[in-house]
């Protein structure tokens, strides 16, 4: 009803406080949007489809808020209690202080992995065996991919079925998303 009426929807929401290297896997269905101040990477897969069903009262430089898509948005969620607590979206906490190769989700559609390195540490990434590119989401500082240089929040598709070295640059540890 308050979706319908045109309520501040900040009142439904569930809040949850975020730092570096948290993750949340948020399930198709399922209203989400980034605090003041965060900064995130959403992977998804590939639809095209975004419904926006509230925008904190913003406007442009005109005066004029966004577009929302109630109706359509009110055909896909998913309103259900249970589906909208915290535990059901994986949430996982400090995977920055963690080393090595940590996977966040296995789903039908994409795999994505975090990959903290300490300085000068190297990995072989094997992309599966699937129809689309593999890609690297540099989160910092800087990676070395064969002869390239990859900087912070810089990404990079790997198009080739082959392995392929990463290498943190020497002096900095660093972590990366990988999405196979």
Request: hydrophobic residues 40%; glycine residues 8%.
């Amino acid at each position: 009803e308050a979706l319908k009426t045109g309520c501040e929807m900040d009142k439904f929401l569930n809040f949850y406080p975020v730092s570096a290297g948290d993750f949340f896997f948020v399930a198709a269905g399922t209203i989400h949007a980034i605090g003041k101040g965060g900064f995130l990477a959403e992977v998804q897969q590939n639809s095209g489809v975004t419904y926006r069903v509230w925008d904190w009262n913003r406007l442009d430089d005109q005066g004029n808020s966004r577009e929302l898509h109630i109706q359509k948005a009110m055909d896909v969620i998913n309103f259900e209690s249970a589906f909208n607590k915290k535990e059901n979206f994986d949430f996982k906490q400090n995977l920055f202080r963690q080393q090595g190769k940590i996977e966040l989700v296995d789903h039908p559609d994409f795999h994505l992995d975090i990959v903290v390195l300490k300085a000068g540490e190297e990995v072989t990434l094997t992309p599966r065996q699937n129809a689309r590119p593999s890609a690297i989401l540099s989160l910092g500082p800087q990676f070395r991919l064969a002869e390239q240089t990859l900087n912070s929040y810089s990404a990079a598709l790997l198009l080739s079925g082959e392995a392929l070295k990463v290498a943190a640059i020497e002096s900095n540890p660093g972590a990366f998303l990988y999405v196979s």
